[in-house]
């Protein structure tokens, strides 16, 4: 028997195959939606294309039931489980948030601690307030040049285990949204050595799974859960994701969990681009990643000639708090070009027609996958060069830190719950926030409900406004006020 | 039997040539590549389906990217030319004995060795000991320049293919610090005349407006592009097309032209009322 017969055949797509059959048998649609297969909505079918509108359909017993899966869906999970190493995986219509959720949802309930670094992506501190769990925050070394948070430190989780023996998960997010890996197999080990659960924030690193030569993989680890972004680096439509889980955790258990708060109508467009993408990266990824690799390392190498910018890579790699690079991200400092990563940012897309993915204080990241070109790279890099011809200026004043320690005083679901005042921003001083602010993207919370507001934290609030920085999260949309505790 | 070629100049218009013979066609890297042989227009070369130039009226295009800044800027000995693979720029340029050098960078080696072969006459000055020839992404290529230019010529394809590019806000950028203080760029603008074309002339002329201090737009009339019509930017640091042209220095060459008049010159960059209303709403 050779490698190849003992794994399931990922040349098949049974989701998308369904539909193919479906659509051939020309099924009279008396259920919903009640578009109709587009005709009761000509203005959206011709947006969107009759062929894309056609499958917009309702779960039935031909095409399966995401709510329960028993057959096309069910073999479109096999199939995801078998290609990313996972026990199981399960296809998630509500974005990598839904994932995210879950994983919280499935192993913590009120009142358990949840060892994480403070770094996380709002929807992990969304769970929080949801279930009632305490977060321990681990503290991210911060990469004093980038000003950026680094991975974990093995002491530091090591540390926070030790001194909360009773908290029943630890989260890691890898990569970060700057392709910093920590080293998730330690992590790991550790998490279950202390009979804890490891949960892995993986949305940036579905091509981890594919690529030859990237970092360690959640599942490779042996994680129990990781929640991937198959719409970032994978290529599927937006808003789908998987949810992958080790041996350790019971499928029905986390089915039970997704179905609190998943939709009963899942998308059949989401669901297929799911399918077509795994079987896609199953058959193709190694080639795929390293050519996006392979521009990602070039895309470096002419940055870093223009002079001033700094397209940082696996140079950086420590050991520990930066264990691995994801070789396919452009991550760029600017500031020593006099300019925060926003406003290169701001001038990229006003004058040059190029949108990137974000801009912080001192960095941009370009996202790079699968549909980039050559030519588009050489766009991005003189963009960048001539940004720096004409807009080059003295650096001083900008600010120079991007990690604030956040003192915890409340649970999430307790502050964000708890009786409260509105008060204006520059006299919150002291108080306790009981919403979350943040820039977004990259969405990484400045404060979150239960956190001490500061003069440190409102210095950057207000720095980050006046660059530009879109902010969301409190209820006041100019944020000129913040709900704090009353 | 009958065999026409036709390309559309607008999505509602079409224009086609009698076809004698299919003489090559390739599918390069970067686009597909077909030259035909017709009775009217002679060798026709086609990229990606639309027609570059043909024997026939080939002299118009390069003489007038060629010969309008040459009677302008009387120091010009460094040339830049981008794209121009079929090597009809180059054999203009070639005729000006001060001129010491000609870089030539394309992106298609496919191009220049098709090229070579079928248009024998368009390519025969691709050779001269002055022109180096470079395969890479103009792009690249000039960001790495500062100041070494007296002239660049940008003789692309269409806004729409591999060229798309070289009608961004950051290639005129590149391209302006890569030319000296009085350096100049000429590049070919598209048809004013459809839609589709004239929106996509109006985005480069805006960009190169905000870039160098001096643009003007000139046109001429070429029998086989969209419309019959086309426009030619002319971005400087510091010589006036018109009040600067050197009529006489030029005249005294003696160089013999089929199109380009110096008197021509003057009349080119007087445009008819719906062009000058469409440059006047971008800049």
Same mark, same amino acid.
């Given at each position: 028997m050779n490698e190849f017969d003992c794994c399931l055949d990922q040349r098949r797509a049974p989701i998308y195959e369904a539909l193919q059959t479906f659509r051939q048998m020309r099924v009279v649609p008396?259920?919903?939606?009640?578009h109709k297969h587009g005709r009761g909505n000509p203005e959206m079918t011709a947006f969107l294309g009759e062929k894309c509108v056609q499958i917009d359909v309702n779960s039935m017993k031909p095409l399966d039931?995401?709510?329960?899966?028993?057959s096309v869906i069910k073999e479109a999970e096999e199939l995801a489980a078998d290609a990313f190493g996972a026990a199981h995986a399960f296809l998630m219509v509500g974005g990598t948030t839904s994932s995210v959720q879950t994983m919280v949802l499935a192993t913590c309930k009120r009142g358990d601690k949840i060892i994480l #670094?403070?770094?996380?992506?709002r929807s992990v501190i969304n769970a929080l307030v949801l279930c009632g769990a305490v977060p321990v925050y681990v503290n991210p070394e911060v990469? +004093? %040049?980038?000003g950026i948070s680094l991975g974990m430190r093995r002491d530091q989780v090591f540390k926070a285990i030790r001194e909360n023996p009773d908290a029943v998960a630890v989260l890691v997010?890898?990569?970060?949204?700057?392709g910093i890996c920590s080293d998730l197999k330690s992590i790991t080990q550790m998490a279950h050595d202390a009979g804890m659960y490891c949960l892995v924030d993986?949305?940036?690193?579905?091509?981890f799974y594919f690529g030859a030569g990237m970092p360690t993989t959640a599942m490779e680890a042996g994680a129990d859960m990781a929640a991937v972004?198959?719409?970032?680096?994978?290529?599927?439509?937006?808003?789908s994701s998987f949810l992958l889980t080790g041996p350790r955790m019971n499928p029905g258990h986390v089915r039970q969990i997704i179905n609190?708060?998943?939709?009963?109508?899942?998308s059949y467009l989401l669901m297929s681009s799911l399918d077509i993408s795994r079987r896609m990266l199953a058959l193709h990824g190694r080639e795929i990643f390293a050519k996006v690799s392979t521009m990602a390392d070039y895309a470096r190498e002419e940055v870093n000639a223009i002079g001033g910018y700094y397209a940082f890579?696996?140079?950086?790699?420590? /050991?520990?708090?930066?264990?691995?690079? +994801?070789?396919?991200k452009l991550s760029i400092h600017? %500031? +020593?070009?006099?300019?925060?990563g926003i406003e290169v940012y701001d001038i990229l897309r006003d004058e040059y027609d190029i949108q990137i993915e974000f801009g912080d204080i001192g960095n941009i990241l370009a996202y790079l996958s699968i549909g980039d070109r050559p030519q588009e790279l050489e766009r991005l890099v003189s963009a960048l060069a001539e940004i720096r011809r004409r807009y080059q200026r003295d650096?001083? /004043?900008?600010?120079?830190?991007?990690y604030l320690d956040p003192e915890v005083v409340a649970t999430p679901q307790e502050a964000f719950y708890a009786p409260k005042k509105s008060v204006p921003l520059n006299e919150s001083e002291g108080c306790v926030c009981s919403e979350f602010v943040m820039c977004?993207? #990259?969405?990484?919370?400045i404060l979150a409900p239960g956190e001490r507001i500061t003069r440190d934290i409102l210095d950057y609030i207000q720095f980050a406004k006046e660059k530009g920085c879109s902010m969301t999260g409190p209820e006041d949309p100019d944020i000129l006020r913040l709900n704090v505790l009353a | 039997m009958e065999l026409w070629f036709s390309e559309f100049h607008a999505p509602d218009v079409k224009h086609s040539i009698r076809i004698n013979k299919h003489l090559y066609s390739h599918q390069s890297d970067f686009q597909r590549i077909d030259i035909f042989e017709t009775p009217e227009f002679g060798r026709v070369l086609a990229l990606d389906g639309n027609v570059q130039l043909t024997e026939r009226d080939e002299f118009i295009y390069d003489e007038m990217i060629t010969h309008v800044p040459m009677a302008v800027h009387p120091g010009i000995k460094d040339v830049l030319v981008i794209g121009a693979g079929d090597g009809g720029v180059v054999k203009e340029l070639?005729?000006?004995? %001060?001129?010491?050098r000609i870089d030539l960078v394309e992106m298609d080696p496919e191009v220049i060795k098709a090229c070579r072969a079928y248009l024998p006459e368009n390519a025969s000055?691709?050779?001269?000991?002055r022109v180096h020839i470079y395969y890479d992404n103009a792009l690249r290529f000039i960001?790495?320049?500062?100041?070494?230019?007296d002239l660049i010529i940008? +003789?692309?394809?269409?806004?729409?293919? #591999?060229?798309? /590019?070289?009608?961004?806000r950051e290639f005129y950028g590149i391209c302006y610090n890569a030319l000296r203080e009085d350096g100049i760029m000429v590049n070919q603008?598209?048809?004013?005349?459809y839609q589709h074309d004239a929106e996509a002339m109006q985005r480069s002329h805006q960009r190169i407006v905000h870039t160098f201090p001096i643009s003007r737009v000139y046109q001429a009339h070429i029998p086989t592009y969209a419309a019959g019509y086309w426009t030619f930017g002319f971005a400087s640091?510091?010589?006036?097309?018109?009040?600067?042209?050197d009529a006489a220095g030029w005249n005294k060459l003696n160089l013999q032209t089929k199109y380009y008049t110096t008197r021509l010159h003057v009349g080119?960059?007087?445009?008819?009322a719906f062009l000058e209303q469409l440059l006047r709403e971008v800049e």
């Open positions: 008396f259920d919903v939606p009640g039931n995401l709510c329960h899966p028993v #670094p403070r770094n996380v992506h990469d +004093d %040049r980038l997010n890898n990569p970060t949204y700057y993986e949305a940036h690193g579905t091509h972004s198959m719409h970032k680096s994978g290529g599927s439509l937006t808003q609190l708060t998943q939709t009963t109508s899942g890579g696996k140079e950086l790699v420590n /050991g520990d708090s930066i264990f691995d690079f +994801d070789p396919t600017t %500031r +020593d070009i006099g300019l925060a650096g001083s /004043g900008l600010l120079d830190t991007e977004y993207p #990259p969405g990484i919370p | 070639a005729r000006y004995e %001060r001129i010491e000055r691709l050779d001269d000991r960001r790495r320049c500062s100041e070494q230019y940008v +003789d692309s394809t269409d806004p729409f293919g #591999p060229s798309e /590019g070289y009608f961004t603008q598209g048809s004013p005349f640091k510091k010589y006036h097309p018109v009040d600067d042209l080119a960059f007087c445009l008819p």
